[in-house]
């Protein structure tokens, strides 16, 4: 593989990021639309990049955040982009073929007319990522970016500043400014970013970021993908498997110390099976942390905001009547230490006042919910914004059918959590204020390709063409009222 020159220094002012996108603009009309080879060189450049800098990437998540493990790093910030990008690689070029669709009326279609669909790449796309999975929320929407044959500029998060500079520095060596460039900076860029006039602009993060995002687009009339989040709920049927439940959900609580856009946000549970949840919780946390405050696989909350955000949560719920179970394994205290971290902690007796229980929590607390009905829950969710994600556990198939036919969500997972998100045959995105559009495999391809139709017509001016232009007769009387019905009644 023969790696681009580095890309130029990055001025960040509104002027030079037009510049920029320009640049990438003219060069992607001027080269015309990229083979499968290219975009398959494209794809490979960025799994080398991965592969290359997977340690040094590591290291800088774990720098920005105070402490993350760096096993949780390589899984979702290498590994799992690596598999989107291979996935991509594999089918290419089967998702590039043109798509036959029926000639109407299908009297043309005899005689050759022919429809088809050819997916164009759009040009040159916008990805604003967070810091929560800095470098596989630049990369997993990038494999479908330069799959569907488009030019990127990348936006990284500020609140991760050393990955962000490493991003900017390993993209420039693996490609041309032209082709895809990162560019840095504070909110003031992130701004000019997403007023540029870009040919599709990817936005992950918070909905209120969000609303500022649309506005600015909605100048350039810039289609979008939001991939924002909300308070996913978890819901335990009366048939679950309780241990294998809370292990699960805990894993997926204190993933990123819960700092994921999928995170369980909350869980109705069967008012009986409430204080088994809580044990089973409580042990399954414990087999996976024996001790936090100093434990390597135990992430920080990013900013001391987030951290006093959170720490908020608890003592409002607390204030409020709620039973706070925090489970600590070594009984450490956590007023004292290094780094920003807080322990699992289950808040009992929930209630809608609660701010745990309206905003999106982005941190290691599960509120717990008891329930006596399935519709109950069911009406509960659907009281509020729809969720990214809704999780059920349960074994019995007409409750599940029915909460998840009954409620809206992004996308759903059956006896797990986050998982779904994995499946790169699957679209992942939201609803509503959850986020807009989806990309994950050909679901991205398509998202980020425009879908041109295509009609050819009859090369010979046949008599069926002739029939449908003036001067009108009783043939083309007698078709319409065939086709409408007239005279049926």
Known sequence: MTKSLRADTMATDSAALEQLLQRQRKAHIADGQASADLRIDRLDRCAALLRDYSARFEEAINADFGNRSRHASAITDIMSPLGALRDCRANLRKWMRSERRPVEPRLLGLFGARSEIRLQPK??????????????????????????????????SEFTPRTSDLLQQSIAEYFAPDEVAVVTGGADVGAAFAALPF?????????????HVMRAAAENLVPLTLELGGKSPVILGASVDMPVAAARIMAGKTLNAGQICLAPDHIFVPRGLRDSFVTEARQATEAMFGSLKDNPDYTAMISDRHFERVRGYVADAREKGATIVEINPAGETFEQQEHRRIP??????????MAVMQDEIFGPLLPVIAYDSAEEVVAEINAHDRPLALYYFGSEAGERDRIIDATTSGGVCVNDVIMHCAQENLPFGGIGPSGMGAYHGIDGFREFSHRKAIHTQLGKDLGPMKLFRPPYGAKLRAFVDKQIGAGAR
């Open 344 to 353: 699992p902690t289950l808040i009992l007796d929930a209630t809608r006042d």
């Open 123 to 156: 040009g040159v796309i916008g990805i604003i990522a967070p810091w929560n999975f800095p470098v596989g929320l630049v990369f997993s929407p990038l494999a479908g970016v330069l799959a569907a044959g488009n030019r990127a500029l990348v936006k990284p």
């Open 199 to 211: 040919d599709h602009l990817i936005f992950t993060g918070a909905g209120s970021v969000a609303k």
